[in-house]
């Protein structure tokens, strides 16, 4: 029965997988509404807390947890009204705070990360959920959950605005999912070096530009010091009180640091319909409300160097930027380099987008409907200091980068028909050899000068042939010629003298053992190399082996 269970047809086992793998996607459905429920119930603790320590609270507990369901909607970017006004009608409330909306994000990333972390070691076993299935399995729990909330939230005193809920809650979910998959899976980037690059440099310059926004909230704030500390002392007199205002201004110190950023990029943000902060002065009369944190405002008027210093921050970002790619473009064109540093800028101009669109909003009715950075405007204005600034910035350290570098060679080409090949370089000759002619002839004084030899040739033979070219003149050989005359390079003569010869330079390509170079001959001495008239055969003596010279020591 093995074989038979072991070779059944891939349609039976079909059901088994895809039952694994509906078990997975209702995990990670689940997931996802826990997630959510997690978030709700850590609000409503921070709101029964303040509550419960306030000295006069104005509603019980079905109020409470009807206000911490319109925070936690409001801390996923969806507008809420606030009924309970002195004129009747409901107004708007826009603002959310970015570090409360942390904590939904980070509940929604978790959960998507653990539903395919598991999935993505070798050793674990079982159907592995798709990527699309997880994301919409741990969003539609949470929807879910966040669907019920917005019907509860209806009935309370800060009901949820339904377009700004179907717009902004599935796109915070879902953004948020998808970032925890790309965790799960080690954060890949794309292949391409140059995108992964632009993005890599959009992430530093943003992170720049935000903590540039927050430093110079920082000195604002602690410049206008004394009015800050007065405005916190009318809104609270109670420690209750305080604790809550302390524990808002700490969640919109993101926000201001965005606004920061905004006011160093150029359009500044918006004080209410009729006026504008930017690095040029306070334009207009700002409609602003008794804050701790709106006490950093510049004054109005005209803007001074303090304020124009406000534009260090942006400059500062884009030199990350450009700095960040240009590293990266070492080898790569000047091309390449101008194009990824301007993709950057436009990847970091989107990022300043979403952020500015997060962080401002109404604030009430009239004046205060409009309030914070216009995120198309802070937008426009990053990608363009991106440009103008990150992409010189590239260049530049990009050729800086390079001043070290030498052009490569040029690879070499094999010659094409009508061209004479390269002649090898030439080999340094040795040490001289001595003359073994000159050594052994006798001593004579009035010995005749005898004629230089002329070109050496080679010595051919019947069943044989000497390859290679042989300088036997150098060593006091004779050519033989017809009838046995034997002609000699004398001593005395120029190639003799000439320095640094060694016989071994010019040693023949190839040879036959049957045929060996014959003795040096002295003056006078028969030849007994045969000349090209001589017959060949059996009778003919072979020239006896030639002794090589030893080699000279170094």
Same mark, same amino acid.
């Given at each position: 029965?093995?074989?038979?269970?072991?070779?059944?047809?891939?349609?039976?086992?079909?059901?088994?997988?895809?039952?694994?793998?509906?078990?997975?996607?209702?995990?990670?459905?689940?997931?996802?509404?826990?997630?959510?429920?997690?978030?709700?119930?850590?609000?409503?603790?921070?709101?029964?807390?303040?509550?419960?320590?306030?000295?006069?609270?104005?509603?019980?507990?079905?109020?409470?947890?009807?206000?911490?369901?319109?925070?936690?909607?409001?801390?996923?970017?969806?507008?809420?009204?606030?009924?309970?006004?002195?004129?009747?009608?409901?107004?708007?409330?826009?603002?959310?705070?970015?570090?409360?909306?942390?904590?939904?994000?980070?509940?929604?990333? *978790?959960?998507? %990360?653990?539903?395919?972390?598991?999935?993505?070691?070798?050793?674990?076993?079982?159907? %592995?959920?798709?990527?699309?299935?997880?994301?919409?399995?741990?969003?539609?729990?949470?929807?879910?959950?966040?669907?019920?909330?917005?019907?509860?939230?209806?009935?309370?005193?800060?009901?949820?605005?339904?377009?700004?809920?179907?717009?902004?809650?599935?796109?915070?979910?879902?953004?948020?999912?998808?970032?925890?998959?790309?965790?799960?899976?080690? *954060?890949?980037?794309?292949?391409?070096?140059?995108?992964?690059?632009?993005?890599?440099?959009?992430?530093?310059?943003?992170?720049?530009?935000?903590?540039?926004?927050?430093?110079?909230?920082?000195?604002?704030?602690?410049?206008?010091?004394?009015?800050?500390?007065?405005?916190?002392?009318?809104?609270?007199?109670?420690?209750?009180?305080?604790?809550?205002?302390?524990?808002?201004?700490?969640?919109?110190?993101?926000?201001?640091?965005?606004?920061?950023?905004?006011?160093?990029?150029?359009?500044?943000?918006?004080?209410?319909?009729?006026?504008?902060?930017?690095?040029?002065?306070?334009?207009?009369?700002?409609?602003?409300?008794?804050?701790?944190?709106?006490?950093?405002?510049?004054? @109005?008027?005209?803007?001074?160097?303090?304020?124009?210093?406000?534009?260090?921050?942006?400059?500062?970002?884009?030199?990350?930027?450009?700095?960040?790619?240009?590293?990266?473009? %070492?080898?790569?064109?000047?091309?390449?380099?101008?194009?990824?540093?301007?993709?950057?800028?436009?990847?970091?101009?989107?990022?300043?987008?979403?952020?500015?669109?997060?962080?401002?909003?109404?604030?009430?009715?009239? %004046?205060?409907?409009?309030?914070?950075?216009?995120?198309?405007?802070?937008?426009?204005?990053?990608?363009?200091?991106?440009?103008?600034?990150?992409?010189?910035?590239?260049?530049?350290?990009?050729?800086?980068?390079?001043?070290?570098?030498?052009?490569?060679?040029?690879?070499?080409?094999?010659?094409?028909?009508?061209?004479?090949?390269?002649?090898?370089?030439?080999?340094?000759?040795?040490?001289?050899?001595?003359?073994?002619?000159?050594?052994?002839?006798?001593?004579?004084?009035?010995?005749?000068?005898?004629?230089?030899?002329?070109?050496?040739?080679?010595?051919?033979?019947?069943?044989?042939?000497?390859?290679?070219?042989?300088?036997?003149? *150098?060593?006091?050989?004779?050519?033989?010629?017809?009838?046995?005359?034997?002609?000699?390079?004398?001593?005395?003569?120029?190639?003799?003298?000439?320095?640094?010869?060694?016989?071994?330079?010019?040693?023949?390509?190839?040879?036959?053992?049957?045929?060996?170079?014959?003795?040096?001959?002295?003056?006078?001495?028969?030849?007994?190399?045969?000349?090209?008239?001589?017959?060949?055969?059996?009778?003919?003596?072979?020239?006896?082996?030639?002794?090589?010279? @030893?080699?000279?020591?170094?």
């Amino acid at each position: 029965m093995t074989h038979v269970t072991e070779n059944l047809p891939s349609s039976t086992a079909g059901p088994l997988v895809h039952g694994g793998r509906s078990a997975a996607m209702a995990t990670a459905f689940v997931r996802g509404g826990v997630a959510a429920g997690l978030g709700l119930g850590a609000l409503a603790v921070l709101v029964t807390a303040a509550w419960i320590s306030s000295p006069f609270p104005d509603s019980g507990p079905g109020g409470v947890l009807h206000t911490a369901a319109g925070l936690w909607l409001l801390a996923h970017g969806v507008d809420l009204f606030r009924t309970e006004t002195l004129s009747g009608y409901p107004a708007p409330v826009g603002v959310a705070p970015l570090l409360i909306m942390a904590l939904p994000v980070w509940l929604v990333h *978790r959960a998507a %990360r653990d539903t395919l972390e598991p999935y993505t070691e070798v050793t674990t076993a079982g159907p %592995r959920p798709s990527t699309g299935g997880a994301v919409a399995a741990v969003a539609g729990g949470y929807l879910l959950v966040a669907a019920g909330v917005v019907l509860y939230a209806a009935s309370g005193p800060l009901p949820a605005d339904l377009v700004s809920a179907g717009l902004w809650l599935p796109a915070v979910v879902l953004c948020a999912a998808g970032l925890g998959v790309w965790t799960a899976y080690g *954060r890949p980037l794309p292949e391409q070096e140059q995108a992964a690059v632009a993005l890599r440099s959009a992430a530093r310059g943003v992170v720049a530009l935000l903590g540039g926004g927050a430093a110079l909230f920082g000195t604002s704030l602690v410049w206008h010091a004394a009015a800050a500390q007065e405005s916190f002392d009318g809104l609270a007199g109670e420690w209750s009180g305080r604790i809550s205002v302390v524990l808002l201004t700490v969640a919109l110190v993101p926000n201001a640091a965005v606004w920061a950023a905004s006011y160093g990029l150029g359009p500044g943000f918006s004080l209410g319909t009729e006026a504008s902060a930017t690095p040029l002065g306070l334009v207009g009369t700002a409609a602003v409300p008794h804050f701790p944190l709106l006490a950093a405002l510049p004054s @109005p008027g005209p803007g001074s160097w303090p304020h124009w210093s406000a534009v260090a921050v942006p400059l500062v970002a884009t030199l990350v930027l450009g700095g960040c790619v240009g590293r990266s473009a %070492r080898l790569w064109t000047g091309r390449e380099t101008a194009l990824t540093a301007l993709v950057g800028a436009w990847a970091c101009g989107a990022a300043v987008t979403v952020l500015a669109a997060a962080a401002g909003g109404p604030l009430g009715s009239g %004046r205060l409907s409009a309030f914070g950075p216009v995120w198309w405007q802070a937008g426009a204005a990053a990608v363009l200091w991106g440009a103008v600034v990150g992409v010189p910035v590239a260049l530049g350290v990009r050729a800086w980068a390079r001043r070290g570098l030498k052009p490569a060679p040029a690879p070499a080409q094999a010659p094409g028909p009508g061209t004479a090949p390269l002649a090898p370089e030439p080999v340094a000759p040795m040490a001289a050899a001595p003359d073994l002619a000159t050594e052994n002839a006798p001593a004579t004084e009035n010995a005749p000068a005898t004629a230089p030899a002329t070109a050496p040739a080679p010595v051919t033979a019947k069943g044989g042939r000497w390859k290679g070219r042989l300088k036997r003149g *150098r060593l006091g050989w004779g050519r033989a010629a017809k009838g046995g005359a034997v002609t000699t390079a004398g001593p005395g003569t120029e190639k003799d003298d000439e320095p640094g010869f060694e016989p071994y330079d010019f040693l023949p390509a190839a040879w036959e053992p049957t045929l060996s170079p014959p003795p040096p001959l002295l003056p006078g001495q028969p030849s007994s190399v045969p000349s090209s008239d001589e017959p060949s055969g059996p009778g003919r003596a072979e020239a006896p082996e030639t002794v090589e010279p @030893p080699a000279p020591s170094a």
